[in-house]
Each structure stands twice: as structure tokens, then as C-alpha cells.
């Protein structure tokens, strides 16, 4: 199984599956502080500060969703495993 992953990350077919899955509908929204190559920013002036930024995840802590959606979801196999 690991080698059939390892296969499909590095051909970029890992999430074609996922995406086809869920190509109707809006993915999970969040905020996210982004921290990614800090330091090499850094360096050449571009961001001084980290800085949060709206992303698309296909998971997610602490996120609201309306009943509707979590309901279609869980139907397409969502894990949830804590609510708030």
C-alpha cells in the first residue's frame, strides 16, 4: 500500500480521487497563519511578519459548517470527531 501511495503522490494523482468526490460542492474553508519558508522571506524583505490567509483543506479543527453540508459531508465519508 505504501508504495502504491508513494506512486500516486509523485505522478500528482493522490487527490484525483478525492477531488472527484467532492467537485460539486465547496471544499473546507479556514484561516490559516502562514509560517512557510519564514526564514527565506526573511532574508529578502518579503514578509517581515507572519500573516494569516483564507485556504481550501479537506480537513479542519475548530471550523463551522451548516447542518446541510456537514450532513453531505459525513455521507461522503467526513470523519467527524469532536463538536463544539
Do not use: D, W
Amino acid at each position: 500500500m505504501q508504495t502504491q501511495l508513494l506512486y500516486h503522490v509523485k505522478e500528482g494523482t493522490f487527490f484525483s480521487a478525492v477531488k472527484k468526490k467532492f467537485s460539486k460542492v465547496m471544499p473546507i474553508f479556514k484561516n490559516l497563519e502562514i509560517r512557510h519558508m519564514q526564514t527565506f522571506a526573511k532574508e529578502h524583505g518579503i514578509m517581515t511578519t507572519p500573516r494569516c490567509t483564507l485556504i481550501e483543506s479537506y480537513q479542519g479543527e475548530e471550523i463551522l459548517l451548516g447542518m446541510p453540508l456537514l450532513k453531505f459531508y459525513m455521507e461522503e465519508g467526513l470523519v467527524v470527531t469532536r463538536l463544539h
